[in-house]
């Protein structure tokens, strides 16, 4: 099932808070031999049709997240900041039009789950450290 193109991610993706995020306009081609390679993995705008920036809920880094049509990840890459990833999206992507959005304040609710998603994963990721 594909989401309508105004549809906000969830607010929370592959356990990570999602900040902002673009949705690709497929109403004009794509540029003449587009390609790219985003996190080691060659991607097309037959797959990618929307871009996430969000926060690791364990080590607050930046990913800029390549998804699918319905907010399925199909990479990811870190950045120092959201500014950052942002603007490597549009740079990689120039000449493909995007709307961009800031995530809308979350309610109370799903700030709790964030807060208790952050809690659970920094649990977890303390029990299996990085070597």
């Known amino acids: ?11 929370l993706l592959d356990g990570h808070h999602v900040v902002r995020y673009a949705v690709l306009d497929e109403s004009k081609p794509p540029p003449a031999h587009f390609h790219l390679v985003a996190g080691g ?3 097309g705008l037959d797959v990618v049709k929307r871009l ?16 699918d049509a319905d ?10 900041h959201a500014d950052a990833a942002q603007a490597s999206a549009e740079s990689r992507y120039a000449g493909v039009p995007m709307r961009w959005s800031h995530y ?18 920094r649990e977890l990721a303390a029990e299996f450290p990085d070597d």
């Open 71 to 80: 907010w399925m990840t199909v990479t990811a890459e870190t950045f120092e």
């Open 104 to 121: 809308r304040e979350l309610t109370e609710q799903e700030r709790h789950e964030v807060q208790v998603t952050r809690d659970f994963l």
């Open 1 to 11: 099932m594909t989401a309508p193109d105004d549809a906000e991610p969830p607010f």
């Open 41 to 43: 993995v060659p991607i």
């Open 52 to 67: 996430v920036v969000a926060e690791d809920l364990v080590k607050g880094r930046i990913f800029l997240m390549h998804c």
